[in-house]
Each structure stands twice: as structure tokens, then as C-alpha cells.
């Protein structure tokens, strides 16, 4: 067994040595008949390419850096279905490429080959985008408002919106609407912001809105819904208009200031044990009414005190346009002395008693148990309406005025 094993052994070497003299033997460049036609030459890639999404397209930016001899780029999509060509322009340093390319809606694989003016080619560059159409677009929707108001004491429109789907892209609301000057306004916010405030609204104008989407974040183009249109916000012209009264200020449990109204010097006429002025309101079975009281100090806690109100005003200052309007107060307690009157006048102020005639748009004596006041303005101005007191009072006599119902103020046709 042993000597059948050398033998064997030394058959395999013996073949081996033919073998290796027989190699040796051929040609050192024989390797070369396989690139017979030359050694293969790739041009320069292109470079930082970025596929951006868009509407029923796509926009591609990219470098091209290192090889100044590429005159032109190649782009396939769609396993190299449809294609595109353009000639490129190279420098002496760093060129960019970008190109906005129609496509349809979806997503697109893309294959970049750069070539030179000998045909040699680059090794191919890989990139996804994606495009958006109408597909896209139809599944859109509005971002709902549930309220909208005008107010005319700072001639602003006030709108909140309602929630949305921030996975679809909904990226800004726009709203259309008129100022004060006759000018159209598009107002712009982010979807984040909860309320939009549209400054100098002309009232009895309607807005319209839309929403405005970017489908990702690597997206050139902005789609936009529908307009919601002929949109009239709800016309406010005064504030704490309506029994009971909000107040801003108490003095204890009895004497007040009430909210959103102005009171001058002479109607606050309630010192507190705090030395600070107080009225407009007091509270009469726990429900605060608007006021204006003088007189009866040995009840006054501290005495003296509810001073005699001479020109006390109470009032509020809007804005309003050319039109004719109606206040009312529907109901209401007077004592008898006193006189208490309704006024609407141009401007921030009410005038005093002895100037009534002369500088107010309208005003009457307050008596009886309502009252109604109506006037006309002849241009856009601020207005200012309210109660315009004079109201004596001693240590055991008094006057007063009571609002125990609700106010109206009024467009009039």
C-alpha cells in the first residue's frame, strides 16, 4: 500500500511541472485580445444629487465637479422606461445642475449617467422622488372655522379655526378679505395658529379662505384647496351689553366697575377703605347692574361718600360707517331726581350737559322704564355712546339710574 501511494504521488507531480511549462510557454499578452478595443474610460458622476417632489413634476439639483469633459446627462426613470437628455456647459470650477422635469403623479426611481464627447459614459447614480397630481390634490380638505366676529371698537375680525390632519401636508391658511381703505388684503398664517386676526376690516364685506398644503418636507410647490367664500363674521359693536354685567372691579360685595366700559373721574364715586374709586355697578339681589348713584352718606360704608355726580359718563367708543344705527336699553330703574341722559357723539369722549346740543349726533332724557336712541352718521368715524349723568345727593337724599335689562345696538336698513 505504501509504494502504490508514492507513485501515485509522484504522477501528480509530474503532471503538474507539464503543466506549468505548458503555460509558461504562451504568449505574456494574451490577456490582451480580450479589450481589444481599449481599456475601459468612465467619465465623472455627477455629484449631491436631490430629487425634489412638485406638482405633477419633479426639480433635481445636483454638481458636477470633477471631470471637465461631460457634455452631457442622461436621466431614466421608471426602470429606464422614459428617459430625458440635456447638454451641459462645463466650467473651469463647480457647475450645478437644475432641472425641473414633468412627470407623472407617484413615486419614480432615477438612474443619472453623465457622458463625455467620446461616448464614454459614468457609472450610474440611483436617486427616489416623488411627484404629486391630482390624486393627491382631491383628497384635500379645508380647515374648518367655528367662530367668526367683527368688532367694530378696533375694527377687527377675529376667526378660530378648528382643527386639522397635519400628516397631509397642511402647512398655511390664506384669507381674502377688504380693509377699511377699500384695499384687498391676503393674509397669510401658519396652520399652528389657532386664531387669525384680520386687521381694519371693512364691515358688511365678506372674506373667503383657503388652505394651503406642501406635501413634504423636500417639496417645491404648494397646493391649494377651494375658497370657502361670502363668509360675513358676526358684527359686534359694543361689549358687556347684557344683564348682568361682567364686572372688572368690585369694592367689597356692593359697589363696582364694570368690564369693557369707561368711566370717568366724576362717575366713580364710591371710595373704598382701600382710598381707590369705584362705579358703575352695584349688586342688587347678587346680580350686577350698571349704575350711577349719588347721595343717602349716612348709609355709605365708609361716610360720607357716593359724592354728587356732576357730567359722570359711562360710555363706550366704536367705529362705525357711514349708515344709521339704533341703541336701546330695554329695561332700566330711575329715581327722580336727577337727570340722566342717552347719548351718541363723533369721537372718544361724550360731551358735557351744556354742550349736548352742539357736539352729539343724538341724545335724550332718560325716563320711564327703557330707552331708545337713534342717529345717523354722514362718514366712517369713531363714535362714542352712553349715559351722561348729573345727579345730586345729600346725607339723606339721593338720585340714581339702574340697568337691570339688556342693550341692543343696531344697523339700521
Given at each position: 500500500?505504501?509504494?502504490q501511494?508514492?507513485?501515485?504521488?509522484?504522477?501528480?507531480?509530474?503532471?503538474?511541472?507539464a503543466?506549468?511549462?505548458?503555460?509558461s510557454?504562451?504568449?505574456s499578452?494574451?490577456?490582451?485580445?480580450?479589450?481589444?478595443?481599449?481599456?475601459?474610460?468612465?467619465?465623472?458622476?455627477?455629484?449631491?444629487?436631490?430629487?425634489?417632489?412638485?406638482?405633477?413634476?419633479?426639480?433635481i439639483?445636483?454638481?458636477?465637479m470633477?471631470?471637465?469633459?461631460?457634455?452631457?446627462?442622461?436621466?431614466y426613470?421608471?426602470?429606464?422606461?422614459?428617459?430625458?437628455?440635456l447638454?451641459?456647459?462645463?466650467?473651469s470650477?463647480?457647475?450645478?445642475?437644475?432641472?425641473?422635469?414633468?412627470?407623472?403623479?407617484?413615486?419614480?426611481?432615477?438612474?443619472?449617467?453623465?457622458?463625455?464627447?467620446?461616448?464614454?459614459?459614468?457609472?450610474?447614480?440611483?436617486?427616489t422622488?416623488?411627484?404629486y397630481g391630482?390624486?393627491?390634490?382631491?383628497?384635500?380638505?379645508?380647515?374648518?372655522?367655528?367662530?367668526?366676529?367683527?368688532?367694530?371698537?378696533?375694527?377687527?375680525?377675529?376667526?378660530?379655526?378648528g382643527?386639522?390632519?397635519?400628516?397631509?401636508?397642511?402647512?398655511?391658511?390664506?384669507?381674502?378679505?377688504?380693509?377699511?381703505?377699500?384695499k384687498?388684503?391676503?393674509?397669510?398664517?401658519?396652520?399652528?395658529?389657532?386664531?387669525?386676526?384680520?386687521?381694519?376690516?371693512?364691515?358688511?364685506?365678506?372674506?373667503r379662505?383657503r388652505?394651503?398644503?406642501?406635501?413634504?418636507?423636500?417639496?417645491?410647490?404648494?397646493?391649494?384647496?377651494n375658497?370657502?367664500?361670502?363668509?360675513?363674521?358676526?358684527?359686534?359693536?359694543?361689549?358687556?351689553?347684557?344683564?348682568?354685567?361682567?364686572?372688572?372691579?368690585?369694592?367689597?360685595?356692593?359697589?363696582?366697575?364694570?368690564?369693557?366700559?369707561?368711566?370717568?373721574?366724576?362717575?366713580?364715586n364710591?371710595?373704598h377703605?382701600?382710598?381707590?374709586?369705584?362705579?358703575?355697578?352695584?349688586i342688587?339681589?347678587?346680580?350686577?347692574?350698571?349704575?350711577?348713584?349719588?347721595?343717602?352718606?349716612q348709609?355709605?360704608?365708609?361716610s360720607?361718600?357716593?359724592?354728587?355726580?356732576?357730567?359722570?359718563?359711562?360710555?363706550q367708543?366704536?367705529?362705525?360707517?357711514?349708515?344709521?344705527?339704533?341703541?336701546?336699553?330695554?329695561?332700566?330703574d330711575?329715581?327722580?331726581?336727577?337727570?340722566v341722559?342717552?347719548?351718541?357723539?363723533?369721537?372718544?369722549?361724550l360731551?358735557?350737559?351744556?354742550?349736548?346740543?352742539?357736539?352729539?349726533?343724538?341724545?335724550?332724557?332718560?325716563?320711564?322704564?327703557?330707552?331708545?336712541?337713534?342717529?345717523?352718521?354722514s362718514?366712517?368715524?369713531?363714535?362714542?355712546?352712553?349715559?351722561l349723568?348729573?345727579?345730586?345727593?345729600?346725607?339723606?337724599?339721593?338720585?340714581?339710574?339702574?340697568?337691570?335689562?339688556?342693550?341692543?345696538?343696531?344697523?339700521?336698513?
Open positions: 500500500m505504501k509504494t501511494l508514492i507513485k501515485i504521488i509522484g504522477k501528480s507531480m509530474l503532471l503538474g511541472v503543466l506549468l511549462h505548458l503555460f510557454c504562451s504568449k499578452d494574451d490577456y490582451k485580445k480580450y479589450l481589444k478595443d481599449g481599456e475601459i474610460s468612465y467619465t465623472g458622476k455627477i455629484d449631491s444629487i436631490q430629487v425634489y417632489s412638485g406638482k405633477e413634476r419633479v426639480y439639483t445636483g454638481l458636477f470633477a471631470d471637465p469633459k461631460i457634455e452631457r446627462l442622461k436621466v426613470w421608471d426602470n429606464r422606461q422614459d428617459s430625458a437628455e447638454t451641459i456647459n462645463r466650467t470650477g463647480v457647475d450645478t445642475l437644475k432641472l425641473s422635469l414633468p412627470i407623472r403623479e407617484g413615486v419614480h426611481n432615477f438612474e443619472f449617467i453623465t457622458f463625455d464627447g467620446q461616448g464614454n459614459k459614468s457609472l450610474s447614480v440611483f436617486k422622488g416623488i411627484s391630482e390624486r393627491y390634490a382631491s383628497g384635500l380638505l379645508n380647515r374648518p372655522y367655528y367662530t367668526t366676529g367683527y368688532f367694530a371698537g378696533d375694527q377687527n375680525t377675529t376667526i378660530a379655526w382643527g386639522i390632519d397635519l400628516t397631509s401636508g397642511a402647512t398655511f391658511t390664506e384669507v381674502e378679505y377688504t380693509n377699511t381703505a377699500g384687498l388684503v391676503i393674509q397669510r398664517d401658519s396652520i399652528h395658529i389657532g386664531e387669525s386676526i384680520l386687521k381694519n376690516y371693512l364691515p358688511g364685506k365678506p372674506y379662505y388652505t394651503l398644503f406642501i406635501p413634504d418636507t423636500l417639496s417645491v410647490d404648494t397646493f391649494y384647496t375658497y370657502v367664500t361670502q363668509i360675513l363674521p358676526k358684527e359686534i359693536y359694543l361689549k358687556n351689553m347684557n344683564f348682568p354685567f361682567q364686572t372688572s372691579a368690585m369694592a367689597g360685595s356692593r359697589w363696582g366697575t364694570p368690564a369693557d366700559w369707561q368711566l370717568n373721574d366724576a362717575a366713580k364710591f371710595k377703605t382701600d382710598n381707590k374709586f369705584y362705579g358703575g355697578i352695584e342688587r339681589s347678587n346680580q350686577a347692574c350698571l349704575s350711577l348713584e349719588a347721595g343717602w352718606w348709609w355709605a360704608t365708609p360720607p361718600n357716593l359724592a354728587p355726580i356732576v357730567n359722570g359718563k359711562m360710555y367708543t366704536t367705529n362705525l360707517q357711514p349708515g344709521k344705527y339704533r341703541f336701546t336699553i330695554t329695561k332700566l330711575k329715581g327722580a331726581a336727577g337727570t341722559h342717552l347719548v351718541a357723539a363723533k369721537g372718544t369722549q360731551p358735557d350737559q351744556a354742550n349736548l346740543a352742539a357736539a352729539s349726533l343724538a341724545y335724550k332724557v332718560i325716563s320711564g322704564t327703557d330707552a331708545v336712541l337713534e342717529f345717523n352718521l362718514e366712517a368715524s369713531a363714535v362714542t355712546i352712553g349715559l349723568g348729573n345727579m345730586p345727593g345729600t346725607a339723606s337724599d339721593g338720585s340714581y339710574i339702574k340697568i337691570t335689562g339688556n342693550m341692543t345696538f343696531e344697523v339700521l336698513p
